[in-house]
């Protein structure tokens, strides 16, 4: 198991080598990409969104909540609400009302 100051060395010198590459073919830090049927715009330079870019996801509980969400009966679920922020880890739910 790594420890953590392992990981986040690890994880800037992976920032390092992907942002010198993006630099070689004229790209900046932003990229618009799809993750797991997702379309993200992400900020790479941010290390959420570098994780999303690089692995696919960040909290995957939260990417797959939708998923779960659909195979629970209508009157149990929530809805999703895209207002919850602006965060991939901030997705909030709301009641329906019966």
Do not use: Q
Request: glycine letters at 10%; proline letters at 5%.
């Amino acid at each position: 198991m790594l420890t953590t100051k392992t990981k986040v060395l690890l994880a800037a010198l992976a920032y390092r080598v992907v942002a010198a590459g993006r630099g070689l073919v004229g790209k900046d830090n932003l990229a618009t990409v799809r993750r797991g049927g997702l379309k993200w715009r992400l900020d790479l330079s941010e290390g959420i969104d570098f994780s999303i870019y690089l692995l696919g996801s960040f909290e995957r509980s939260t990417v797959l909540a939708p998923r779960i969400l659909a195979h629970i009966p209508w009157d149990w679920r929530g809805v999703l609400d895209p207002r919850g922020g602006s965060s991939p880890s901030s997705l909030r739910t709301l009641r329906l009302p019966n």
